[in-house]
């Protein structure tokens, strides 16, 4: 059971580091033309960009959920 919480960590900590990636290239790649663009509200690329953001601290929670899960589970077998 802890080797599939470990496994299970591992992959939400990786998915965190992806999306935060995605979402800052993303922001990054395009925030400079959104700001010449004189567009008011927000555009496709900052929506994408927040929406990443999103998902990160949707990766997080769940990284943090288990990692609680894992340390209830441990003081449990002690």
Known sequence: ??????ILLIA???AV???LVRGLA??????S???RSGETGPSESALKSNKMMQYRVFFQAIAVFII?????IGSARS
Not at 1 to 6: A, E, I, R
């Open 1 to 6: 059971m802890m080797t599939f919480l470990t």
């Open 12 to 14: 939400a900590m990786i």
């Open 17 to 19: 580091v992806v999306v």
């Open 26 to 31: 993303t922001f990054l790649l395009n925030a």
């Open 33 to 35: 033309a959104d700001a």
């Open 68 to 72: 609680v899960l894992i340390l209830f």
